[in-house]
């Protein structure tokens, strides 16, 4: 059975909410590729819409947007997610995860983009 950790981003404010989502909910997820939008009731934000912007599996490895699948994939790379080069014209050789969600995905991000009321409301009542 599918288990994620999920970290909602509300981009009106700025603030991050976790939230732990397992059975039903966690299955709404399978299959999902970063960039897809999905109702935020499966995050206890009934009124909202949310879009996967990422996520990393147990050991730390980040989702990229551009590898297919759910496999792991060796990129040399240059920038962006998964390396941060600490000078110019550095390159590095990166094993990340491809943009569909699996069951090897441990923590999901995604982004609130579109709804009524309060998302920092929402969390709080479920408290």
């Known amino acids: ?3 994620f950790k999920v970290v909602v981003a509300d981009p009106e404010t700025g603030e991050t909410f976790q939230r732990e989502v397992d059975g039903q909910d966690a299955n709404r997820f ?10 935020g009731d499966a995050v206890g934000l009934p009124d ?3 879009e996967v912007t990422g996520g990393s599996d147990e050991t730390g490895r980040p989702m990229r947007e ?5 496999r792991l994939k060796e990129l ?3 920038g ?3 390396f941060k080069p600490s000078r110019e014209g550095e390159r590095k ?6 943009r569909e969600i699996a069951d090897d995905v441990a923590q999901i991000n995604v982004s609130v983009v579109d709804g009524e009321g309060d998302v920092a409301a929402a969390f709080e009542d479920d408290e």
């Open 66 to 70: 551009d590898v297919s699948g759910t």
């Open 76 to 78: 040399l790379l240059e």
């Open 93 to 98: 050789r990166i094993t990340v995860r491809g």
């Open 30 to 39: 399978l299959g999902r590729d970063v960039g897809d939008e999905i109702g």
């Open 80 to 82: 962006g997610v998964g």
């Open 48 to 50: 909202h819409t949310v």
């Open 1 to 3: 059975m599918a288990e």
